[in-house]
């Protein structure tokens, strides 16, 4: 079992920044891979960034250049810095982690909101 606790959420203006933290902790040996998802109302959940334990990383196209996903292994904790945001990044953002057996855990989320 893998826990997730996010957390770093708010309230930001456009253009605004935010980094979101990921504090995982249980059977951190196992993971393969985690990421960052979104669920803004009314839409599906939608990958973000996901970053492998080699380090290749991957955005999507609608957040290139604007946001970074990183990990501090000493700490056991994701990141997700996001710059220039616009009230279409305003959404739940939700921590994930798949194992080497390719079980998924997920967070509770937190909630990022972009005024315009």
């Known amino acids: 079992q893998v826990q997730l606790v996010e957390s770093g959420g708010g309230y930001v203006q456009a253009g605004g920044s935010l980094r979101l933290s990921c504090a995982a902790s249980?059977?951190?040996?196992?993971?393969?891979?985690m990421g960052w998802y979104r669920q803004a109302p009314g839409k599906q959940r939608e990958l973000v960034a996901t970053?492998?334990?080699?380090?290749?990383?991957n955005y999507a196209d609608s957040v290139k250049g604007r946001f970074t996903i990183s990990r501090d292994n000493a700490k056991n904790t994701l990141y997700l810095q996001m710059n220039s945001l616009s009230p279409e990044d305003t959404a739940v953002y939700y921590c994930?982690?798949?194992?080497?057996?390719?079980?998924?855990?997920w967070g509770k989320g937190t909630l990022v909101t972009v005024s315009s």
């Open positions: 994930y982690a798949r194992n080497v057996v390719q079980t998924d855990y």
């Open positions: 249980g059977s951190i040996f196992a993971i393969d891979s």
């Open positions: 970053m492998t334990t080699g380090g290749i990383r």
